[in-house]
């Protein structure tokens, strides 16, 4: 049976960067990835095999609350989820991590304060090349230094849309992104951005964890990673206090590791769903589960995608440049969060083939797709005990969830629709049928998030705030599964962080 100082379970954003956080340490590092690498073919940038296909999504079905089988958006590969992320990395709001009062209930506060993470948001954004500008964003919180890579620049569709909001007296920004571009050396050709929110990179211009943290964790000869291998349970010792043994299937062959500390980095409803199979005498609900908080209050935004169709052609090829949060605290009508408005990748025919014909009748697929302008809403959902992953039939995972705080989030859609309206566009836009909308249904696993929650209180939280479980003192959960709250941006770049948060703490303070 092998042994490791540390074992990694899944390289996404969470597992990928405390790798490469440690690999330095000289520790014997073991990175464990059910999936496989993405190899770099043609069919990356193809919508057919991306979107329609699913070629590169995980290959499984689950069950939601009524037991009906359906497919998640999740991918099982090295990198994990940000192998196909959008790379918008933002900050959480200095105000998300404490209480806040939404429409629809309370956002709890979390153990930690904006400045306990300040630090390492800068050093995640240095490390996954984030290009953004301080100082426009009315709700960015302080930040200790500029962002080392400026702004994308806007295509002209989407400066002219930039400037239709402002005249409205909205304070539109610039989107921070994490790309790999512009290094100004000479003799380098310039990286032009394209297919990106949704696809794989073969260019390797996108700032995902593979890219960014786990291939320069694998030049150490300390650090290995073992792919294909998925696993099955975490064992601990008699008392329960200590993970002995970690249960791995590659191949159909299972093998045993062993190790002193063992992270679990699986996303949030495959962390949650390993510490419930791994339930035993000493736990019997489930590892490190005495709190019953494991696999509760998942959450995962409530986003939408909208298209505006407009008379305007886009001929954008990236239109991800464009953030907004004049309504993330409220609006003059109404005295809750709303949510973060961001442009998405730009879309073409195939990707709503099936959506738009009964939204925009009468529009030829290829005439929406040459005139929209592709938005992404977020607004905060909230804890819900009763929102859980739990082991279903056959190994079969169930996820039950039903959607709340939805107020904020349609009045926000109204804000759009209004911006689009008035923002100068109005004559640029279709006079019927502008819009084509998606709540994104239980499927969209983009942002999961807080199924085995951090906290003070051993009763009320499982980790503690360097995400060790309570319980169990050489296991840590390192991804989304960590957040008391989702706030209403992207929960990446806070994985990030808090990863290299942990790392550093794992560094300085565990022998
Ligand atoms: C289409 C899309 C667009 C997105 N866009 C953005 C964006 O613009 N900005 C942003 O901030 N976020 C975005 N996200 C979300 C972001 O990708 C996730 O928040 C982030 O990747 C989560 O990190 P994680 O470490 O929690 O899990 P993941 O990145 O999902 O990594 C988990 C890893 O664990 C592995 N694993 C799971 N179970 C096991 C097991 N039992 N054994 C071994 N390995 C296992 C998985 O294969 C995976 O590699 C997007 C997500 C998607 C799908």
Request: net charge neutral; glycine share 10%; aromatic share 8%.
């Amino acid at each position: 049976m092998s042994h490791f100082d540390i074992i990694i379970i899944g390289t996404g954003a969470g597992g990928g960067t405390l790798a490469y956080k440690l690999a330095p340490t000289g520790k014997k590092i073991l990175l464990l990835e059910r999936g496989d690498y993405i190899p770099r073919e043609r069919d990356n940038w193809s919508t057919q095999a991306v979107f329609l296909d699913a070629k590169y999504k995980a290959k499984e079905t689950w069950l939601d609350k009524n037991d009906k089988a359906f497919h998640p958006g999740i991918h099982y590969c090295v990198g994990g989820n940000t192998k196909v992320y959008g790379a918008a990395l933002l900050r959480m709001r200095e105000r998300d991590f404490q209480e806040v009062r939404h429409h629809g209930g309370i956002s709890p506060a979390w153990p930690i304060s904006y400045q306990d993470l300040e630090p390492f948001y800068t050093e995640a954004e240095k490390l996954y090349h984030v290009h953004g500008e301080r100082g426009i964003d009315p709700t960015e919180p302080p930040a200790s230094e500029p962002y080392a890579y400026g702004p994308l620049p806007h295509e002209p569709r989407i400066q002219e849309l930039y400037e239709d909001m402002r005249s409205l007296g909205l304070r539109p920004f610039p989107l921070p992104i994490g790309a790999r571009i512009g290094n100004g050396k000479p003799g380098a050709a310039p990286a032009i951005l394209d297919r990106f929110d949704g696809f794989p990179d073969p260019s390797e211009a996108k700032a995902d964890s593979h890219v960014i943290a786990v291939k320069p964790a694998l030049q150490y000869p300390n650090v290995t990673l073992l792919t294909g291998s998925y696993v099955e349970r975490l064992n601990t010792n008699a008392a329960g206090n200590a993970v002995t043994e970690v249960v791995v299937t590659k191949d159909g062959e299972t093998t045993t590791y062993r190790s002193d500390i063992v992270v679990v980095a699986c996303g949030a409803i495959n962390s949650a769903a390993l510490l419930l199979r791994s339930a035993n005498g000493r736990h019997s609900n489930g590892l490190a589960n005495g709190s019953d908080m494991v696999g509760r209050n998942y959450m995962a935004h409530n986003n939408s995608a909208l298209l505006a169709i407009s008379r305007k052609p886009n001929p954008t090829l990236f239109g991800k440049t464009i953030g907004l949060n004049d309504f993330y605290y409220g609006s003059d009508d109404f005295e809750f969060p709303l949510g973060h408005i961001q442009m998405l990748g730009k879309s073409d025919q195939l990707m709503y083939k099936e959506d738009a014909p009964g939204f925009a009748p009468g529009l030829a697929l290829d005439y929406v797709a040459r005139h929209s302008l592709d938005f992404w809403l977020t607004s905060e959902d909230l804890p819900d005990p009763n929102n859980r992953v739990m082991p279903g039939n056959n190994g079969q995972l169930k996820l039950h969830y039903t959607e709340n705080n939805l107020e904020g989030h349609r009045r926000l859609q109204k804000k759009l629709r209004w911006i689009l309206e008035n923002a100068g566009c109005e004559t640029h836009l279709l006079p019927n049928n502008l819009y084509l909308g998606k709540k994104i249904p239980v499927a969209g696993t983009a942002h999961q998030c807080g199924t085995v929650r951090f906290g003070n209180d051993p009763k009320t939280s499982a980790l503690d705030s360097f995400c060790r479980a309570h319980e169990v003192q050489n296991l840590y959960v390192v991804d989304g599964s960590f957040f008391p709250s989702s706030s209403a941006v992207n929960p990446g770049l806070t994985i990030i962080a808090q990863a290299l948060r942990v790392g550093e703490h794992l560094k300085t303070e565990v022998p």
